[in-house]
């Protein structure tokens, strides 16, 4: 026994770290990774894989878009498709996985309207035909008229953002405030909404937030069916479906207060209960109230139908008779693809979906709060029949144990699964069987001989090789683990890059891209970039992670000078091969980001993301609108000495409420040459009198500029604005800011 006092101690050490893990008194993020892992295997390798064909999705994609046009549509438009669901079709219910925020004024009536009460107030005829029209050009009245009386559930989304700004409408809460008093339930908790028009969510029957709780790897797995919003408690749009369905009854939390090892502190809401007059129907709830998304399968375990097949009226008669029916979309463009265990890119309405009919179906698995008490009490009876026994084994025989043990936790684990509908979280006491049989097996052996080569592999696919040595040479001051860090984030784009990839065949356009992304990404790493991802014909890299470079904003913007100036060679190649010319659009931006190894348990990236590569990617987007190669960002700008920048504009991108400043970059202090300078010089006061409101000055500016760089599209943007402005002038506090309403 005292020759295996080491032993017995760092298995008791290991089996009391994992203890205090599945304890929730602390978390390992690595076994959270792993209990996710094994999880998400277990869905796929038991999900039925079929189609159910009592919920279809009603897909606005890309061949809506092409047929119907951008989104969004018109309220008329929507209004159609309602009413040929119901009168025409004869589906059952309606969900709309979209929200209708802001008022349709695409039908001119408010300028009527305008009209009606200025210039033509006096004309009875003017007054009588806008009286006759009025109703067919309100759009957003018709639309609400469509609703009523219709089963039509509306979506909205709810957020945590503290500093975030609600907007629309609510519908009632299920729940009222202090329905949960006096127990202490973790819900999830939310700062402000985005709702519908408040006459459209009136007129419909409900409606219920479509906002999936995203784990820690970035993965859906889990809706929240209840979610708190001010004290109240509002369901999900799967939720409000399935009462809508069943005749809405109440939501009734459900507490087991009879289970045989409840006692006054177990709290634990195990499921919601939806009373009806044929029964009950019981949703498993887990301790944040939300429901595991019982995956039917791969994208298109639904059947997907094209709204542009709707409207074109090219649906057979009966074929959507009955149908639960969600509008949704596929449409990469409008951003509702999200990381699932069964996809990358995976559609939110189909999350929807899934849950409706794991609702019917009772296919919803269970992980109540007492799950947490199953596990430590099969990770201790395993973990101390291990610690005691297997220093006392030969290899042979410790072999044999540790197997046998592994496959009783499996066998336990997936009965759980199968009958009992249980989730048992699996990665600790897998973990604990794998360190303690290695512990016991390599006890007093330390391996160290192939840390370098290891450290080289995971780092490799990131980062230019000589810096890759350069950290090898101190692995432990690197990780991927995620962390906040300022640094530079690039973003470079091909611009017409539809048009050139139509025109090519696949092999060409695969030998043009390669010809391109590297003598691109040769200069990423020659100025010590991070290659983040391709993206098509998009790059996207960053500065000063893994590796610390303090002048990384400096790099960045010299490499997208470099990327910019490499073109002409580039196009001198592809014009040997008959190949179009590449013209390229690039945003740099430098702030907090959040930098580690991320995504899926499908495919991880080291990567950064944040507001601040948001802002990059916005940047990038409109290049175009300026007619500049490259835009960075006032953080950028600040960040830099010796490079002669051109103030371009203060714009407020979408989806940030803080206007920033934005430079396109002219080259290095002592390269740009005296001309330039003297340009910069009046572009400067024509930019100061356009913000001044002086049109006059700033327009004769333009129009001197415009002579003396007549290439230039910058100036002529503006006098385009100037123009507009004139007509329209802005508010008097107006600080020059121009807001993009498009990414």
Partial sequence: MKQHIVRYALGFVVLLALLGHAAKFYQFGFINRLDAIIYDTKVRLTMPQSVDERVVILDIDEKSLGEIGRWPWGRDRVSQLVTKLFDQHGIALLGLDVVFAEPDESSGLKVLERLAKGELKDSTQFQFALKELRPQLDHDGLFAETLK???????????????????????????????????????????????????????????????????????????????????????????????????????????????????????????????????????????????????????????????????????????????????????????????????????????????????????????????????????????????????????????????????????????????????????????????????????????????????????????????????????????????????????????????????????????????????????????????????????MAFWGAPVADADHARHAVITAMEMQAALPAVNRTLAQHGWPELHIGVGVNTGEMTVGDMGSTVRQAYTVMGDAVNLGSRLEGITKQYGVGILVGETTRKAIKDIVFREVDRVQVKGKEEPVAIYEPLGLEGDVGKAVLEEVKLWNQALRSYRAQDWDQAEVALLNLSRMAPERGLYGKYMERVAHLRKEPPEADWKGVWKFETK
């Avoid at 957020?159 to 405030?177: M, N």
């Avoid at 375990?301 to 639960?324: H, N, Q, T, V, W």
């Fill in 149 to 539: 009386g219709r089963p039509v559930i509306l979506g909205y989304y709810l957020s945590g953002r503290s500093d975030g700004v609600s907007s629309g409408a609510l519908p009632p809460p299920v729940l009222p405030e202090g329905s949960f008093t006096g127990r202490d339930i973790p819900f999830t908790v939310w700062a402000n909404h985005g709702g519908n028009l408040a006459e459209f969510q009136k007129a419909a029957l409900s409606g219920g937030h479509f906002n999936p709780l995203v784990d820690f790897d970035g993965i859906s797995r889990r809706v929240p069916l209840l979610a708190e919003y001010k004290g109240e408690y509002y369901e999900a749009l799967s939720l409000a479906m399935v009462r809508a369905l069943i005749g809405q009854p109440k939501v009734v939390p459900w507490f087991p207060e009879d289970r045989w090892f409840s006692s006054k502190g177990y709290q634990g809401m195990e499921a919601i209960d939806l009373p009806t007059t044929s029964g009950t129907l019981r949703i498993p709830v887990d301790e944040n109230v939300a429901a595991l998304i019982p995956y039917r399968g791969y994208q298109g375990s639904f059947r997907y139908i094209s709204i542009a097949d709707i409207m074109a009226d090219r649906i057979k008669p009966g074929e959507l008779k009955g149908k639960i029916a969600l509008i949704g979309t596929t449409a990469p463009g409008l951003l509702d693809l999200r990381a699932t265990p069964v996809g990358e890119a995976y559609p939110g309405v189909e999350i929807h979906a899934n849950l409706i009919t794991g609702m019917l179906d009772g296919a919803i698995k269970l992980k109540p709060p007492y799950i947490l008490g199953a596990e430590v009490v099969l990770l201790l009876l395993t973990g101390l029949a291990m610690v005691l026994l297997l220093p006392l084994l030969s290899p042979l025989r410790a072999t044999l144990a540790s197997l046998l043990v592994l496959l009783f936790i499996l066998t336990v684990n997936l009965v759980f699964w199968h009958y009992g509908n249980l989730v048992l979280p699996l990665g600790s006491s897998v973990l604990m069987v794998l360190v303690l049989f290695a512990l016991n097996m390599s006890y007093g052996y330390f391996v160290e001989s192939r840390a370098k080569r290891q450290f080289t592999e995971l780092f490799g696919q990131y980062v230019p090789p000589e810096l890759v040595e350069e950290m090898s040479r101190n692995p432990e001051s690197y990780s991927m683990e995620g962390r906040k860090a300022e640094l530079t984030v690039l973003f470079s784009d091909v611009r017409g890059f539809t048009t050139i990839s139509e025109g090519l065949s696949p092999e060409n356009l695969v030998r043009l891209m390669n010809i391109y992304l590297t003598a691109m990404t040769e200069l990423l790493r020659k100025n010590r970039g991070t290659v983040d991802k391709y993206i098509g014909d998009a790059v």
